[in-house]
């Protein structure tokens, strides 16, 4: 945009509408500028002021012409089409877009150079430092987690923070931004924070040294009394309603609000927090609390919702908060749960109770982590069978709020993978041990600080030899239908050369990069290449990233082809006809053994213990009315109806491969 002087007549009028300039020489305007909507306003510094033609129309249908008035403006730049009106204070060293809102604040200000949050590092798991995180705006949860957790390489970290300090060296300035189209509002200070487009701040107390990273297909949104220090918040986030977040990150499409307190933490996309506390936290994706009575401390979760009452211990013994722990993904905790960490509990289990004996039951995800008479038992396997587990699985994908176009965090959602079936195998060996070495005939087995019940290591092994057979099918029937879901009849030649895996890689152990499941060996190469110095910016490590999400099915196959012969003594590279039928019958028997296991759990949700509370006033007929017209019946349920049709396309889908072979 062209810029000029303002003439003489313009500075007369400007004068006449109870302004004044430090130097009017130092004032430039658009060339559409007209002096009709600038009062009482005071310009110091160098100036830039576009044309204000436009208006707004605000909650309610009130108009309000776009211009300035009643404010002080140092060393600013306003685009076209803004409203400023009401500083308090004053606006300083800030660059203002097209079409900003501004109305009754107090400080707008950019006091030094500053990084806008970028470069600040955040002591995550270990309070005392350690494994600090150095924030930027394209922060991922899979980066983030390798500096976190790897620092037995420490080259990689140290060239992890040579890209990121570059980056942050890239954007640092003296002068503030303020996006196209943002709105800020009722705003007591706003001290070196970048405001994104569309960005929506409205009766926040205090934000300083930030990022508030909003775009016009995902504007973020920032509350009353809100308090930010030392923080980034990216796309599609609102941080309401009293909310406190210092040295914090918060990814994309994260939800904080009714007075939620967090310090020294990183929260990747999707997570909430309301009431309750956070320190030192690794929130990974669907990171969820909701509850005032719960504190969530120098942990790692994932896909993970915090029952009330929550909490974990940090402070063991005489050396000050060193101590951390893990939920591994899909990992929940009940009301008054406790851990005493260092602890890691295995994928998809649920803790219930008090636990103060430094448990680690990795290697048997789905499980029950109980407490009985101050003991930790565990039950291995049970929550394959869970109704919740289910629905926690289906409910993920659905909850992904994030709408903009780039998306920094490769989120896979599948509860059986690689990742898992190699912990149950694993899982499966150490119960088979444990029998073995204590024998059958034992009430209770004893393994890493829990107990183990005879029946309970049963069922268990049973659960997981299912699980193993359904992931293995799924693995199989995937890689025996057509793109567009069909199965073309296979001799055993075609069979066996449709079978032959596209890539070596995904052999070998695979791990869950705070949502990103990949091969080991892919990370490894990720970190080597960094290493080198072959990867050298935030954008290559992201598309590395984005390969390995890609690529997941591939992966998953050649891993699958490698166990073939370990779990059910048949050679892939040989498999005939009838090995394959004989897989996909025992998928079949899995599928529909797991299924009807949570059709049963799911009727649990309407027995009588469940109508408890129904029918006030009323005799035992009216309890059964008012439960139906709230809860519904058990068969025309939603969830449980979708059961039933995931058991007749399953079995449905296996025929069809069995009929393809012959």
Not at 485 to 510: I, N, Y
Request: glycine share 10%; hydrophobic share 35%; net charge negative.
């Amino acid at each position: 945009m062209k810029y000029r002087k303002l003439s003489s007549e313009e500075i007369c009028a400007l004068q006449d509408q109870g302004c004044s300039a430090e130097d009017w020489r130092q004032i430039e305007v658009a060339e559409a500028f007209s002096t009709a909507n600038i009062f009482r306003t005071a310009f110091s510094g160098q100036i830039r002021l576009g044309s204000f033609n436009s208006e707004f129309t605000l909650p309610g249908g009130l108009r309000r012409h776009s211009g300035i008035s009643d404010a002080t403006l140092h060393n600013v730049s306003v685009g076209n089409g803004c409203c400023i009106r009401s500083v308090r204070e004053y606006i300083a060293n800030y660059d203002i877009a097209d079409g900003v809102y501004i109305d009754n604040v107090g400080t707008i200000v950019t006091d030094s150079e500053s990084c806008f949050g970028n470069g600040v590092k955040v002591s995550v798991l270990n309070e005392t430092g350690g494994r600090e995180v150095m924030m930027h705006d394209k922060l991922s949860a899979h980066e983030a987690y390798m500096v976190a957790l790897y620092r037995h390489r420490p080259v990689f970290v140290e060239k992890m923070n040579a890209i990121i300090r570059d980056y942050v060296d890239g954007i640092k300035s003296s002068r503030g931004t303020i996006g196209t189209g943002a709105s800020i509002s009722g705003t007591a200070e706003i001290r070196n924070v970048r405001i994104g487009e569309y960005a929506s701040i409205n009766g926040a107390s205090l934000l300083a040294n930030g990022s508030v990273n909003s775009t016009a297909d995902a504007p973020v949104v920032i509350g009353r009394s809100v308090i930010c220090e030392d923080f980034i918040i990216s796309a599609g986030s609102s941080v309401t309603d009293a909310a406190t977040l210092t040295r914090c990150f918060v990814g994309q499409a994260c939800r904080f609000a009714h007075g939620y307190s967090a310090s020294d933490s990183l929260f990747f996309c999707n997570c909430q927090g309301e009431n309750g506390e956070a320190c030192a936290i690794f929130a990974g994706p669907f990171t969820v609390t909701h509850h005032k009575s719960t504190l969530l401390i120098a942990g790692m979760f994932s896909f993970m919702n915090a029952g009330s009452g929550s909490n974990q211990s940090n402070h063991m013994y005489k050396l000050g908060p060193i101590h951390q722990g893990t939920l591994e993904r899909g990992a929940k905790t009940s009301s008054d749960s406790y851990i005493l960490w260092p602890a890691r509990v295995g994928a998809f289990s649920l803790v219930m109770g008090r636990h103060v004996t430094h448990s680690d039951t990795t290697n048997l995800p789905f499980s029950y982590l109980i407490e009985k008479g101050e003991t930790s038992y565990l039950a291995p396997g049970v929550n394959l069978r869970s109704v919740g587990t289910i629905r926690d699985a289906k409910k993920w994908p659905r909850r992904d709020g994030r709408t903009g176009a780039d998306k920094y965090d490769f989120i896979n959602y599948n509860l059986l993978s690689p990742f898992t079936i190699q912990k149950m195998i694993k899982g499966l060996q150490t119960l088979e041990n444990l029998r073995y070495a204590s024998g059958e005939l034992s009430d209770v087995y004893s393994f890493h600080s829990v107990k183990i019940t005879n029946s309970a290591l049963k069922r268990g092994m049973e659960l997981y030899r299912i699980a193993i057979d359904k992931f293995m099918g799924n693995s199989l029937i995937s890689r025996l239908q057509e793109a567009d879901g069909s199965f073309s009849e296979l001799s055993e030649a075609k069979l066996q050369a449709k079978l032959r895996p596209d890539t070596p890689v995904g052999s070998g152990e695979w791990v869950d990069i705070s949502g990103l499941i990949a091969p080991k060996s892919e990370i490894a190469a990720l970190m080597n290449g960094i290493e080198r110095g072959e990867i050298s910016t935030p954008e290559q490590i992201c598309e590395a990233f984005r390969t390995m999400a890609d690529n997941y099915y591939n992966y998953e196959w050649t891993w699958a082809f490698q166990h073939i012969q370990q779990l059910y003594g048949i050679n892939p590279s040989k498999m005939t006809k009838s090995d394959a039928i004989r897989l996909i019958e025992i998928w079949k028997k899995a599928v529909v053994s797991l299924d009807n296991m949570i059709y049963e759990d799911a009727r649990k949700e309407f027995n009588l213990a469940s109508k408890t509370g129904f029918g006030a006033d009323g005799d035992k007929e009216q309890k059964e009315i008012d439960f139906g017209q709230v809860r519904g019946d058990f068969e025309s349920n939603d969830f449980v109806r979708s059961v039933l049709d995931h058991i007749k396309i399953k079995t449905e889908l296996g025929e069809k491969a069995v009929n393809a072979l012959g």
